[in-house]
């Protein structure tokens, strides 16, 4: 009877804390993960094919959204690939929250804007794929601190100013494509 008494506040203190060390270890990464895409999909002011309107839904992981694929071990989104789906929108600083982003590919596209700071945050990125957009401003000197960058394509959008010397650090890339902007300087 004694043991029968104790067992079960025991057992919900054992479940309790085994749920709670999952929560605090998975739960919050992953929805930041969620917040950041869900801030992109708020950002999108026009999808002609309906690809994020009804599929980017709370209702699955977003693991299981088209274009997001997550890491098999650490479960975050290291691929967003939403190329050539006829999107126009703009770029939130939120997105800057996926950490462990590798590739990024959003070319053949129409956003526009400007490209928010917090992308810097993206250290792991290998893979950033804006080319034939409408981006305008200055080509952001913080490219050059995402130290990992391999491929860099740029072409055809509305970037102005000149290359910034922070380039200079990416001694990874292997692929750049300026062409068709505005670019000026030596
Ligand atoms: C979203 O799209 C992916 C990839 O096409 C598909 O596997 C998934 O089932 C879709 N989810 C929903 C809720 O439509
Ligand atoms: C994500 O990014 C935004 C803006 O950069 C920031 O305000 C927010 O606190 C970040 N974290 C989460 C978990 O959304
Ligand atoms: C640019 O993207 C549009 C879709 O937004 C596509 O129709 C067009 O063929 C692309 N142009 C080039 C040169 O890739
Ligand atoms: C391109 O940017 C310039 C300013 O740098 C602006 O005047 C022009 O309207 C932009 N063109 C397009 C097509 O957005
Ligand atoms: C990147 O390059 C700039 C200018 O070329 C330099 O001042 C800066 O220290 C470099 N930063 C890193 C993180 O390498």
Known sequence: MA??????PFMF?????????TLSTNSPD?????????????????????????????????????????GSRHHRVTVLDLSSMDLTGTIPSQLGNLSFLHSFNIRHNSFHGSLPTELT???????????????????PSWFG????????????????????STF????KLQVLYLEQNNLQGK
């Open 3 to 8: 043991t029968a008494d104790f067992l079960p």
């Open 13 to 21: 203190l054992l479940l309790f804390s085994i749920f709670r060390t």
């Open 30 to 70: 992953i929805t930041a993960d969620q917040s950041a895409l869900l801030a992109l999909k708020s950002h999108i002011t026009h999808d002609p094919h309906d690809l994020l309107a009804t599929n980017w839904s709370t209702r699955t992981s977003v693991c299981n959204w088209i274009g997001v694929t997550c």
């Open 121 to 139: 945050n993206l250290h792991r990125l290998k893979y950033l794929n804006f080319g034939n957009n409408s981006f305008g401003g200055d080509i």
């Open 145 to 164: 601190y995402l130290g990992e960058l391999q491929s860099l394509p740029l072409y055809m959008n509305n970037l102005s100013g000149v290359i910034p």
């Open 168 to 171: 200079g650090n990416l001694t």
